[in-house]
């Protein structure tokens, strides 16, 4: 990987943002502090984003790198339309990195989330559609010693967590109890929660996060090999 980086870490004054936002969750307040929000929230977001994009395109040159709002970015506002929680702005913000289709939600996805008092980072599905889960599960039964590879780093140090909603029955299977968890699921994402660190606020966050990511890729090739995507 390049050795010439761009991303610094983040600020203090970034969880400051996020914390104030959460009091002031207000377009006025915004609009008044807009400039700390494009030095200490988008900024960053932008230099992760750049340079964690060798280590995403050696793990899926078809991955979406662009530094923007709305394609690897998040953006602030949420959409209240449908929702009865009313707050313009979001307190949390992330960045994806995943690849630009129409059927996303059977695509996993990799991201990085900064909170006012965390940050967070991981790989799978937002939603996956009951076939690609069945098929999940398909190909754990089948290929059992290639999954077995696939997730040999799990759950690491500091170590994922493997979440999403799991069957209250499911049919009957010679999967071995060491990976039912996995089988049992009807979305499946892994997630690493951090405390705020020296590590957030370093550029070492880059090959942090880079190497973690490169040691889950056998499990996204797994997944994408589900729909023949890879």
Same mark, same amino acid.
């Given at each position: 990987?390049?050795?010439?980086?761009?991303?610094?870490?983040?600020?203090?004054? !970034?969880?400051?943002?996020?914390?104030?936002?959460?009091?002031?969750?207000?377009?006025?307040?915004?609009?008044?502090?807009?400039?700390?929000?494009?030095?200490?929230?988008?900024?960053?977001?932008?230099?992760?984003?750049?340079?964690?994009?060798?280590?995403?395109?050696?793990?899926?040159?078809?991955?979406?790198?662009?530094?923007?709002? +709305?394609?690897?970015?998040?953006?602030?506002?949420?959409?209240?339309?449908?929702?009865?929680?009313?707050?313009?702005?979001?307190?949390?913000?992330?960045?994806?990195?995943?690849?630009?289709?129409?059927?996303?939600?059977?695509?996993?996805?990799?991201?990085?989330?900064?909170?006012?008092?965390?940050?967070?980072?991981?790989?799978?599905?937002?939603?996956? !559609?009951?076939?690609?889960?069945?098929?999940?599960?398909?190909?754990?039964?089948?290929?059992?010693?290639?999954?077995?590879?696939?997730?040999?780093?799990?759950?690491?140090?500091?170590?994922?967590?493997?979440?999403?909603?799991?069957?209250?029955?499911?049919?009957? +299977?010679?999967?071995?109890?060491?990976?039912?968890?996995?089988?049992?699921?009807?979305?499946?994402?892994?997630?690493?929660?951090?405390?705020?660190?020296?590590?957030?606020?370093?550029?070492?966050?880059?090959?942090?996060?880079?190497?973690?990511?490169?040691?889950?890729?056998?499990?996204?090739?797994?997944?994408?090999?589900?729909?023949? !995507?890879?």
């Amino acid at each position: 990987m390049s050795t010439t980086m761009l991303f610094d870490g983040f600020y203090p004054e !970034s969880l400051t943002f996020l914390q104030d936002l959460e009091t002031h969750n207000h377009k006025a307040w915004f609009e008044k502090n807009r400039l700390l929000y494009d030095t200490y929230i988008l900024t960053p977001l932008r230099k992760l984003v750049m340079d964690l994009s060798p280590y995403m395109h050696h793990i899926d040159p078809y991955l979406e790198l662009r530094p923007v709002v +709305s394609k690897t970015i998040s953006r602030i506002y949420r959409d209240i339309r449908f929702s009865n929680d009313k707050r313009i702005f979001r307190t949390n913000m992330w960045i994806n990195f995943k690849r630009t289709v129409n059927n996303w939600h059977d695509i996993p996805t990799w991201w990085f989330e900064i909170k006012p008092d965390a940050y967070t980072f991981g790989m799978g599905y937002y939603e996956a !559609s009951p076939n690609t889960m069945r098929l999940f599960r398909e190909s754990i039964e089948t290929r059992e010693n290639v999954f077995r590879k696939a997730i040999v780093f799990y759950p690491g140090n500091p170590p994922f967590s493997l979440e999403g909603r799991r069957y209250k029955r499911l049919a009957l +299977s010679n999967v071995p109890d060491d990976i039912r968890t996995w089988y049992e699921r009807r979305n499946m994402y892994l997630i690493c929660r951090c405390k705020p660190d020296d590590m957030l606020f370093s550029k070492s966050l880059v090959p942090f996060l880079g190497k973690r990511f490169e040691a889950m890729a056998p499990l996204y090739h797994f997944l994408m090999d589900l729909n023949g !995507s890879m």
